[in-house]
């Protein structure tokens, strides 16, 4: 019977001295999870007051202007006939289409 309790006392030691490590896919996962996280989109200052174009296009119309020296944040770039457009959001103003050429260069 003492030989039983004194195993089972070795294993119950054994056991709370190992410690397991993450496996390597684990961490690895865990950078990629965090770098994506950290992942800021680039935001650009408004060069003179612009319209938020619902398309991409000059005939692309907009009810909302984004005052001059307005910080926006560059969520996505489009290169068409009508020239280089960024859609730019911009704090209690929302989304739109920007001429590359009405906003300065993007920051991160």
């Known amino acids: 019977m003492k ?18 490590m993450p496996s390597a896919s684990f961490a690895q996962d865990s950078a990629a999870a965090s770098s994506t996280a950290k992942q800021v989109k680039p935001t650009a200052i408004m060069l003179r007051a612009s319209a938020l174009r619902s398309r991409p296009t000059a005939a692309g119309t907009g009810d909302v202007i984004v005052p001059a020296e307005t910080r926006v944040r560059v969520e996505s770039k489009l290169s068409n006939a009508d020239g280089d457009w960024w859609f730019v959001t911009a704090t209690g103003l929302g989304g739109g289409w920007i001429l590359q050429s009405e906003a300065g260069d993007p920051q991160n």
């Not at 294993?11 to 397991?20: E, F, G, K, M």
């Open 3 to 20: 030989t039983k309790s004194l195993i089972a006392a070795t294993l119950a030691a054994a056991a709370l001295s190992i410690s397991v």
